[in-house]
């Protein structure tokens, strides 16, 4: 199994950045995807949940909301979050994660950093 993300940058605030995970090694329509994040010092977060299949439930943190979208490109077994209007309290290390019910994480990525900044 792997979750392999890319897409993390330094961007300077009100920037756009979108994040990509490559999932392999699991029947990828099957689970539901995540992106978590975790700034120094700080606990991991979840920023965005779907569900698994066509993705017709989401969930958001309420910092992101309005900003962040995440979706799913089951042929490419590929999640996406795509993050707007990014603010300096967006910097983490930002991890892809997959789940086999709506509050489970199975497997995990190794992270990409997002650092907004001017």
């Known amino acids: 199994v792997q979750l392999v993300e890319s897409g993390g940058a330094l961007v300077q605030p009100g920037g756009s950045l979108r994040l990509s995970c490559a999932a392999s090694g699991f029947t990828f329509s099957r689970y539901v995807m995540s992106w978590y994040r975790q700034a120094p010092g700080k606990e991991r977060e979840l920023v965005a949940r779907l569900s698994s299949g066509g993705g017709g439930r989401t969930n958001y943190a309420d910092s992101v909301k309005g900003r962040f979208t995440i979706s799913r490109d089951n042929a490419k077994n590929t999640v996406y979050l795509q993050m707007n209007s990014l603010k300096p309290e967006d910097t983490a290390v930002y991890y892809c994660?997959?789940?086999?019910?709506?509050?489970?994480?199975?497997?995990w990525g190794q992270g990409t950093q997002v650092t907004v900044s001017s």
């Open positions: 994660a997959a789940g086999s019910s709506w509050y489970s994480v199975n497997y």
